[in-house]
Nanobody, 127 residues
Framework: QLQLVESGGGLVQPGGSRRLSCAASGFSLDYYAIGWFRQAPGKEREPVSCSSRSGGSTNYADSVKGRFTISRDNAKNTVYLQMNNLKPEDTAGYFC????????????????????WGQGTQVTVSS
């Protein structure tokens, strides 16, 4: 059974950092692009970042460029989202999702292409 499990959320002060993890089980991430999305209360789920299957191609939402970094360790079947200089507006549930299997080495920021989703992890940025 394909499963994605996010972890690493919590309460962090403005300006702080947090690293989220997305661990896959039941399948190999080698052939999947991974996207990170977030959803704040009362708002639509929005894309944050994505990584191609090799990690060689990445994309970021303008709101997180220069602050967030997506990376992956396919040997550990895990994708990470390093979040630095966090702001209160980053407060949201963060979800990872997998798109594949595929041979192309690219990723898409659109929600609709992702077939498998994790349950999410909450990040709250507050003093």
């Amino acid at each position: 059974q394909l499963q994605l499990v996010e972890s690493g959320g919590g309460l962090v002060q403005p300006g702080g950092s947090r690293r989220l993890s997305c661990a896959a089980s039941g399948f190999s991430l080698d052939y999947y692009a991974i996207g990170w999305f977030r959803q704040a209360p009362g708002k639509e789920r929005e894309p944050v970042s994505c990584s191609s299957r090799s990690g060689g191609s990445t994309n970021y939402a303008d709101s997180v460029k220069g602050r967030f970094t997506i990376s992956r360790d396919n040997a550990k079947n895990t994708v990470y989202l390093q979040m630095n200089n966090l702001k209160p507006e980053d407060t949201a549930g963060y979800f990872c999702a997998a798109d594949g299997p595929m041979l192309r080495n690219m990723c898409d920021m659109g929600r609709s292409v992702y077939d498998y989703w994790g349950q999410g992890t909450q990040v709250t940025v507050s003093s």
